[in-house]
């Protein structure tokens, strides 16, 4: 087969979910936006939901849906984006919870759908998504007297416990859901390790479920195997690829294997990463290509069948590392042409 190995360990996810789960005395969600951070959500959702978690949050209305068809009517859906324009059918026929982001989206959304659940969503200091302090003032009374099903807000730098802004926001999220009794979120993975002050009622980890920074106690939860398709001998003073950005500076033998920027090995790896035969570490040489890429084989004694570029001696973290970028982006850039096999998990 040409295509690149996706393994996929639903075990491995739902032990860094009960891990999680056991960090903190409130209950723990799971954020499912992006189909898993790419993973997939249709698999990994309901294996989440046998193991206990009961609220699921993503981004957009549409993935809502989705996630509904996979999981049934026996958990909460949670809608980031909250109640966009044109999202009211979807919202109502898949009873989904939009998470209010405005004083406009609370409007539509008593207007739209009187009666329907709803949460809100508050800006405690990241000024990306949430009610500001003075918007939510106006509306507070009206909205709490409508009972939100939770009240939440998100940190900007629980990836950093020594950041200041953690304790901000904390402070800020406090002062204004004194009295709330709604249930009430604030941490997504990163918070859930600041500790028991940021956990409030309900915590929405993602990234840590799927072996990602900063829950480094995570299981890994991918590996991606690629086929080599040709290896070829190289005299000193040829060069690989394109740009012609790789020279061999003595005999050398070179290994092309089956994936490339189009799955979402993104081309800043291009001489940065590395590939490992079974326990051997192999460098990339030269440029990624869309489907291809290349690799300085020359020390192995034997090429095997497949190179490794997420696995054991290198995760999603060491590999965006490699290219200047996080975890999240990596796995979320994973391509749809792997052939994915996923372990455990089945009822
Ligand atoms: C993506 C997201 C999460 C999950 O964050 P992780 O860092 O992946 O755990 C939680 N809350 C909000 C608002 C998000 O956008």
Known sequence: MGAGLLSIDIEAAVANWRALAAHSRAETGATVKADCYGLGAARLAPALARAGARRFFVALAQEGAALRASLGTGVEIFVYAGHMEGDTGIIRDHGLIPLLNSPAQFRRHGGALPGHPFGIQLDSGMNRLGMEADEWAGLREAALAAGPALVMSHLACSDDPADAMNAQQLQT?????????????????????????????????????????????????????????????????EAVGYGRSWTATGPARIATVSAGYADGLIRALSGRATLWAGDTPCPLAGRVSMD???????????????????????????LAEAAGTIGYEILTSLGPRYQRRYAGGTP
């Not at 709604?182 to 479920?209: K, N, Q, V």
């Not at 291809?292 to 060491?318: M, N, R, S, Y």
């Open 292 to 318: 291809l890429i290349t690799v300085d084989v020359t020390h192995l004694d034997t090429v095997p069948e497949v190179l490794t570029i997420l696995g054991p001696h290198q995760g999603i973290d060491a």
């Open 173 to 237: 999220f406090r002062a204004m859901t004194e009295g709330v009794t709604a249930p009430r979120s604030l941490s997504a993975t990163g918070g859930i390790l600041l500790g028991p002050d940021w956990h409030f009622d309900l915590t929405r980890p993602g990234i840590g479920l799927y072996g990602g920074a900063p829950y480094t106690g995570a299981q890994p939860v991918v590996q991606l195997d690629l086929p080599v398709i040709q290896t070829r001998a190289l005299s000193a003073g």
